[in-house]
């Protein structure tokens, strides 16, 4: 089993990036994605998650109208698309894998024990 987030990097207050989270070993598509992420100092915190289908997405306020989960079954991928960055998003991104019983997104997701985690991503919004 294996998830791998990458893309991240150093980007000025204002830009964007995108992160992928690939996926391997487990069938992708029994599992909803979520996207964490840790700052130095700080508890982890869920950003976004999608459910198996890509239909339907939840995020944490802070992020929302900004950020933007998106996957791709056929590529056993995920994507975090984040436009107008703030310094306060500059954190490690980890993706994670949750098994659930339906196509949907649990209401509190972020707090339920993901079944597969992956190495995180830096990103750092510094002008």
């Known amino acids: 089993v294996q998830l791998q987030a990458s893309g991240g990097g150093l980007v000025q207050p204002g830009g964007s990036l995108r992160l992928s989270c690939a996926a391997s070993g487990f ?12 700052a130095p100092g700080k508890k982890r915190e869920g950003v976004g998650c999608i459910n198996v289908s890509g239909s339907k997405t939840s995020y944490v306020d802070s992020v929302k109208g900004r950020f933007t989960v998106s996957r791709d079954n056929a590529r056993n991928a995920v994507y975090l698309q984040m436009n107008n960055l703030k310094p ?6 980890s993706c994670a894998a949750l098994l659930v019983a339906g196509d949907y997104v649990p209401i509190t997701w972020e707090t339920y024990g993901m079944d597969y985690w992956g190495k995180g991503t830096q990103v750092t919004v510094s002008s």
């Open 27 to 38: 069938r992708f598509d029994y599992y909803a994605i979520g996207w964490f992420r840790q």
């Open 88 to 93: 306060e998003d500059t954190a490690v991104y």
